[in-house]
DNA sequence: CCAAATACTTTACGCGCGTAAATTATTTGT
DNA sequence: ACAAATAATTTACGCGCGTAAAGTATTTGG
């Protein structure tokens, strides 16, 4: 910077000032900086800026899992709008390992981070380290909540997702039993039993739960095999079936192609499958995966905009915002 | 650094020289800091450290767009096989991108990586910028190769891809047709196309290739629509469709689900389907999609390799590896 | 026990930039 | 044209650490 400004003709205070923001200098000065920036491409280094900066405009995205194409997604919009608001986001994945996310979280300290976009791995996160973080750190939880940690929470309303889709499920033929795992990774599960035990009790029917075994995040292999365990011990008591996500539901759908049992809504189909999230591949299952989607877009703006307002000081208690999802009504259920 | 190096009653050179290898001091100093550290749990920031280092442990991963699970497949297996060689991997996606790619290279400057794995965008790249960035940083590129750029180049043997299960294609039925974008985004695509036609010419049968229209990264999409246009027009001149990717094929089986073609390989049904690149996805598909897959682990293996070797300033001419992928036989062909 | 080797401490400077304070130059309003 | 307002410059220090050099303490070998 030193040099640039030397072949600008500018001091160099000027010029930091010029990237920190190019209309905080005069016209005419504005105008020699880029002029010379034509000649000499200098970049600053952003690292060194952050170094000594009291509020920087980083923002860190932390995600459970990155080879999850919903958190891929969400993550990529997460990033969008971030850079819209003027702030420079970093992604990382704790690739589904608790010990990774505290990983993460302390080298995310480095950065200086004016806020932090978290969504945790669940169930398995170190509360202590997330809480010490998130006192250090103007932190919004998203996805799945953990405590009351962080400046807020946004999700999506799991009580309304799996009660309207089931609701959905009875109008429409027989009433679902429940497909999960039995040690789920992320807490949305267990809200999702619930609601779905309460729907059926207030519609007046008998829930049943299948909860297959598995750890880890291969959730689709969990379901096939699971599935193909359930569908030999006839373990489903009736032809539909509401699982607890939809890579579960993806890995039921092949279970039953395996068996040849025909998936669907048609009178020709032996059993309906329904899943939860609207996950990107829903859409391109055989059938098609009925499901009751995330509103990607609500929570991700909600969640940009309610940690952006933060870091403009906008402080307000803790608050949960849950989001509706939308019905996405395709060819498995 | 300073503060802490006072409470653990060492001074501040000793205690960088222990965090940047523990090793490298005395015993009984270590155990004093190591001690002082559960008192205080103090930790360098990581960017500073790097700012007046001359060999960084930092490394780049660049891929073109991280929501495709192939891709966040392969980048979370480089990033394992950097930290275990004691090295700082950072994850970057272009979403898509070329500007975006642009810009990510340049913020990379500014981690002084001792390396960088890139994954290019392929045709929509900017080929300037990413030879200037070459020019600077040790840089590996894998995926897709753009001219003979950065220190190496390791991918896969796209040729032997397409002619291996275009071989047992023809050897278990029809002769296939081959499914594509007429427009990818991807350079291997172009090579995989013409070795469908070499392998096909040199098994003494006439090629024939749908070209399908469609821009961007929405390759199940791409696949559906244009999978539903030719299935409709009665483009596909043999009842076997190898296609370009797998997802490109994924969309395509969604294509015949809902037109009601039933894929597979047993005589009640109409068509076969095969994919190339052994997606993560491709094994949940109904039915599992037939595909020959990259060798994820060889792949990376030996990207991470070559780039540490020549970090580690084993320098080599510029050379191209491509390895050979393994046909995955399911049920879809 | 002593000399050599090794590890540590002190001191000092550097990385690439932000930023505050005091001066000086330029623009603006009238 | 002149004072007031605004912008740029100069100077200086700081961020959190790496690292080199010279000196001091500790360990090692015989």
């Given at each position: ?242 699982c607890s996500n939809d890579r579960l ?27 939860q999230d ?56």
């Amino acid at each position: 910077m030193e040099e640039f400004s030397a072949i600008s003709g500018i001091s160099r205070p000027t010029v930091s000032k010029y990237f920190h923001n190019p209309e905080s200098v005069r016209k005419s000065t504005r105008a020699r900086i880029e002029e010379a920036l034509e000649r000499y491409d200098y970049r600053p280094n952003i690292f060194a800026m952050n170094q000594n900066r009291k509020l920087t405009k980083n923002v860190g995205i932390v995600v459970p899992l990155l080879s999850d194409p919903y958190f891929a997604e969400i993550a990529r919009n997460l990033e969008q709008r971030c850079i819209d608001a003027g702030y420079r986001p970093t992604l990382f994945s704790a690739h589904g390992d608790p010990d990774l996310e505290v990983e993460v979280l302390e080298s995310l300290r480095s950065l200086k981070p004016a806020g932090v976009l978290l969504a945790p791995l669940g169930r398995a996160s170190h509360r202590d380290a997330l809480k010490k973080f998130c006192d250090d750190v103007p932190t919004l939880i998203f996805d799945s909540s953990v405590d009351e940690l962080g400046i807020a929470f946004v999700g999506s309303d799991n009580f309304q997702f799996t009660s309207h889709i089931t609701d959905y499920l009875c109008r429409t033929g027989e009433p679902p039993c429940f497909f999960e795992m039995k040690t789920p990774a992320n807490p949305n599960a267990h809200r999702r039993r619930q609601s779905y035990l309460d729907a059926m009790t207030a519609f007046g029917h008998e829930p049943h739960v299948i909860s297959v075994e598995g750890e880890g995040w291969s959730f689709e292999e969990i379901g096939r095999v699971g599935g193909h365990q359930a569908l030999s011990n006839k373990q489903f008591p009736t032809n539909t079936i509401l699982c607890s996500n939809d890579r579960l539901a993806i890995g039921l759908l092949t279970a039953c192609y395996e068996q040849g049992i025909k998936v669907g809504r048609t009178p020709d189909c032996a059993i309906r499958v329904a899943g939860q999230d609207g996950h990107p591949h829903s859409r391109y299952t055989c059938p098609p995966l009925t499901t009751i989607s995330h509103d990607y877009d609500a929570v991700s703006k909600h969640a940009a905009i309610t940690l952006l307002a933060a870091i403009d000081g906008h402080v307000e208690p803790w608050k949960s915002t849950r989001l509706e999802g939308k019905l996405i009504l395709r060819d498995s259920a």
